[in-house]
């Protein structure tokens, strides 16, 4: 089919419709690992319990924990009677049944601690029993109905501190769980001897690779119907885009990982280019990270190419191999004689890194190239906003200074950056029928954050449920982000100065293109939150390791499970129902702070006040099922019509025959 290049402009924000919004409670049951609350629908928080105390962060949570211990020890269970109900639980009576965390396949329970406290800040202290296992800390009160349950996977800790307080001469304990996913968790009890193994199991099993123990994805034993490791296969992936041409070729150059041990096996790169110069590209690229295909345009053959800095240092070092090759890469589009590359750095740090040995393309060096910084913050500037947002978005939200405290983030600036810098790559290659190469330090952040979303917006099979799994696949996964460090899987180093959100950011970017295209995705918002849910879980080895070398090393895809096995399993949960397969379409959202906004069903779920009044989700998945059967009464009428049509020919003996007719509901 010819392509019909089509141009799609977002209009304004209030034109988003409510594209597959989810409740936290659907996400929760969906992604099968994160938190519920089960009773907190049960009582509207007062202003006041939302409101934070004064002093130090520290200094409240040991005011918190020394204001409920008391009623937690003055009412618990005389130790005679703990001692029977731990009997109880272990001979499994109704009571510590319903006290009991379920298990998936492969996990086992490591400790349990009854008349735990946790302070809820929205409704104040619950006591119940805490279990923690090797996947999932699990919290549940069965006295209040709904029952309360905080169901929370140890992966998606950050940092755990405890703190001894002194209540009613007794010693007792309070807990802050700090985790990844905008929230924080407190816990007091009384610090006695069989309790004290609870403590030790969280630290040990939030951080295993930090206590010599495997991540829990390794022991997950779930079965699906579909293997998510088949999702991707890059060969057939780059046929579907066209290739080989006369200029690219699919080589294996890197089968070995030896070229670029954070590159995939398979790469694309132009016909002509002998191994050796290859090999000499890479030598004068940071990392190694030569300049290799992502993308081709259909109809004019402009390339989305990524690679790292050149390492042209301070002394404007040059290497011919380099100079050629982009030349080549340029000259591979017959439509244009010019190259555009995309510095996603600020101009100033890229001066610094050149001071230090890195560098950027100097024209002077590269004729016909024009080179463009976008001005996009490193990885420490993105942790920076992310933390201020969590403090203005949980526990408590001042609704009095709540535009003036999200623009203090700079969040959606940050937001903003990033989708403008990759409409400006989109429309290079769409409009202006001009290759690209795409680059910011070493070709692992902001590189895959451009490229993937420039190919989004250039190519509709990526938004599709499947298309966009292979995007992750092949932009983020094989192409080496560092998951395991920009996340911290299973490590213990909170400080660590190389976690960064930027797949967060990514993903933030989708849904701001979701809301501004509400019928453009086949993936509803759901989708999107059971990714980020997942990145931080280990349930599924899909986000493990930094880099496709180290993940077949570690016989990822025959130990661990794959998430897209669990998504593909049940689509009907993660489509969106306004889905128009606006095939070759070219969408260009507007990058404008006035267009965009935060995206509170991820980053403010967790408060009881800021969820959805209605249950959206559920609507949405009536509403596909309603889809469905029109399209199936659509498509038996199409048939009906045709048949009828092939009956009434015969009998005319020379009429026409109908066209059929093509209908999509």
């Known amino acids: ?83 029977r109900e731990y009997r109880a639980l272990r001979d499994g009576n109704k009571l510590a049944q ?31 029993t805490l279990t923690v296992t090797d996947f999932k800390m699990y919290f549940k009160n069965v006295e209040r109905d709904p029952h309360f349950v905080l169901d929370v996977p140890l992966a998606v800790i950050n940092r755990i501190e405890k703190i001894g307080i002194q209540s009613h001469g007794d010693n007792s304990c309070g807990i802050e769980i700090v985790c990844k996913d905008m929230r924080n968790l407190r816990f007091a009890y009384k610090q006695e001897e069989h309790r004290l193994e609870i403590f030790q199991n969280l630290i040990n099993r939030a951080f295993p690779l930090s206590h010599g123990l495997p991540l829990f994805a390794f022991s997950y034993k779930e079965k699906f119907p579909t293997n998510g490791w088949k999702v991707y296969d890059p060969i057939a992936e780059y046929k579907r885009q066209g290739l080989p041409t006369e200029s690219w070729k699919i080589s294996k150059i890197n ?123 490193n990885i420490h500037v993105m942790r920076e906003s992310l933390r201020k947002l969590k403090e203005i978005v949980y526990p408590a939200i001042d609704d009095s200074r709540w535009l003036s405290n999200v623009e203090s983030t700079h969040w959606l600036d940050h937001i903003r950056l990033l989708l403008a810098g990759a409409v400006r790559v989109a429309d290079r290659l769409e409009s202006g029928k001009t290759s690209v190469v795409v680059h910011c330090s ?6 895959a954050q451009l490229a993937s979303l420039a190919m989004l917006m250039l190519d509709s099979h990526y938004r599709t449920i499947r298309g966009f799994e292979v995007l992750l696949e092949k932009e983020w996964m094989s192409f080496g982000h560092r998951f395991a460090l920009r996340v911290g899987h299973g490590d213990d180093d909170h400080a660590d100065a190389d976690r960064s959100p930027i797949f967060l950011q990514f993903i933030d970017c989708v849904w701001q293109m979701t809301k501004q295209f509400p019928a453009a995705f086949e993936f509803n918002e759901l989708f999107l939150i059971t990714i980020l849910d997942h990145l931080y879980s ?107 049509s092939i009956s009434s020919s015969s009998d005319r003996g020379s009429s026409p025959a109908a066209t059929p007719v093509h209908t999509s509901v």
């Open 1 to 83: 089919m010819a392509r019909r290049p089509a141009r799609l402009v977002a209009g304004p924000p209030g034109a988003a419709g409510a594209t597959g919004a989810a409740t936290a409670a659907a996400a929760a049951a969906a992604a099968g690992a994160t938190t519920t609350a089960g009773g907190v629908g049960s009582r509207q928080p007062s202003v006041e319990t939302l409101d934070s105390p004064t002093g130090s962060h520290v200094e409240w949570c040991k005011q918190l924990i020394a204001a409920t211990i008391s009623s937690q020890i003055s009412g618990s269970v005389p130790s005679d009677n703990v001692s």
């Open 98 to 128: 319903m006290e009991e965390a379920p298990l998936f396949p492969g996990e086992s329970i490591k400790a349990i601690a009854k008349d735990v406290m946790y302070i809820c800040p929205f409704i104040g202290a619950i006591s119940g």
């Open 255 to 377: 089968s070995t990982y030896e070229l670029c041990d954070t590159y995939p096996a398979v790469l694309v790169v132009p016909t002509s280019v002998k191994d050796d110069d290859l090999s000499r590209v890479a030598a004068f690229r940071a990392k190694g990270r030569v300049p290799v295909l992502s993308w081709i345009h259909p109809e004019s053959q402009a390339t989305i190419t990524r690679c790292s800095q050149p390492l042209v240092g301070p002394n404007d070092k040059r290497c011919k191999e380099d100079e050629k090759y982009l030349q080549t890469i340029m000259d591979a589009n017959a439509q244009s004689h010019k190259l555009f590359i995309f510095d996603a750095r600020q101009n100033s740090v890229a001066d610094t890194n050149k001071a230090k040995g890195g560098g950027y393309e100097s024209e002077s060096a590269y004729p016909n190239v024009e080179l463009i910084f976008l001005e996009i913050p």
């Open 442 to 447: 070493d070709g692992w952040d902001r590189t």
């Open 538 to 644: 280990c349930l599924f080895g899909t986000f493990l390791y930094n880099s496709e070398h180290q993940r077949i090393k570690e016989e990822i895809s025959t130990r661990t499970i794959s998430l897209w096995a669990y998504i593909n399993s049940q689509l009907d949960e993660f489509s969106n129902p306004f889905y128009v397969n606006y095939e070759n379409h070219v969408l260009y959202p507007v990058a404008s702070v006035s267009h965009l906004e935060l995206w509170v069903n991820y980053y403010v779920r967790w408060n009881p006040r800021m969820r959805p009044q209605i249950p959206i989700h559920q609507n949405l998945k009536e509403l596909l099922a309603i889809r469905n059967e029109l399209q199936k009464r659509v498509e038996d009428l199409q048939r009906e019509a045709a048949t009828r």
